[in-house]
């Protein structure tokens, strides 16, 4: 089975800290993805990777970073967190063009 | 441009069939998926059709593609308790280095006892 996990299930941090959210897959798959999830706007696509060291940008990729230094690991970072930021983030890979396996999701609040 | 609809709701009683409708804009579409969320977790691939389908069935799923029309819908037969849960379809579009999912806004279903 494919497994996709993400270090917090919930997180609580303060607007202006630099927050890390890690997302690591055990299926050498190519590609991965972050995602936030609002209520009423369902997933957004933030930035994805398909390959180490290479990403491109999502549908909203202000105030985000990622970086991908190995193949199995993908992180999310928000340098300067900020209260709009406050979501449930979900991180998903998946080999070429096949389906997205998801993670869990972090629930991160910005106080 | 890209767009996913869906409606945000639906309640049905358990025994009852469920009908969740999705469209989407984009006729470049390979293929087409139905993602299930339950509370608290993440999503869960349920079913998907291929573009040049116009029906899947799978068990108690059954999922019509209307391309002319753009239209996608899920069908729960015989619908429990533990379906409840938001249903969010996806189109899957070429995106040179791999397929970006567009996603819809979800239908969360609720299933009466």
């Known amino acids: 089975d494919v497994k996709v996990t993400q270090s917090s299930r919930y997180l609580v941090k303060r607007t202006g800290e630099k927050v890390f959210l890690e997302c690591v897959q055990d299926?050498?798959?190519?590609?991965m993805f972050w995602y936030r999830q609002d209520p009423g706007l369902g997933l957004r696509l933030i930035y994805f990777s398909y390959d180490v060291k290479m990403k491109e940008k999502g549908d909203i990729p202000e105030g985000y970073s990622v970086s991908r230094e190995k193949k199995e690991r993908f992180s999310l970072i928000l340098e300067s967190a900020s209260t709009n930021q406050t979501s449930m983030y979900l991180c998903?890979?998946?080999?070429?063009?096949?389906?997205?396996?998801f993670g869990p999701g972090t629930r991160l609040t910005v106080l | 441009g890209e767009d996913v609809e869906q409606s945000l709701f639906l309640s049905v009683r358990e025994g009852d069939s469920s009908v969740i409708n999705c469209t989407y804009t984009?006729?470049?579409?390979?293929?087409l998926y139905w993602y299930k969320q339950e509370p608290g977790a993440g999503l869960q691939l349920l079913t998907y059709i291929f573009s040049n389908m116009d029906m899947k069935q799978d068990q108690r799923l059954t999922v019509l593609l209307n391309k002319k029309d753009k239209h996608l819908s899920l069908r729960i037969a015989d619908t429990q308790t533990g379906d409840s849960a938001i249903y969010f379809c996806?189109?899957?579009?070429?995106?040179?280095?791999?397929?970006?999912?567009?996603f819809g806004t979800g239908t969360l279903l609720a299933v009466q006892p």
């Open positions: 998903a890979s998946s080999f070429s063009h096949d389906e997205q396996f």
């Open positions: 996806a189109e899957s579009l070429y995106g040179g280095a791999t397929n970006k999912l567009i």
């Open positions: 984009d006729s470049s579409s390979t293929y």
């Open positions: 299926m050498d798959h190519e590609n």
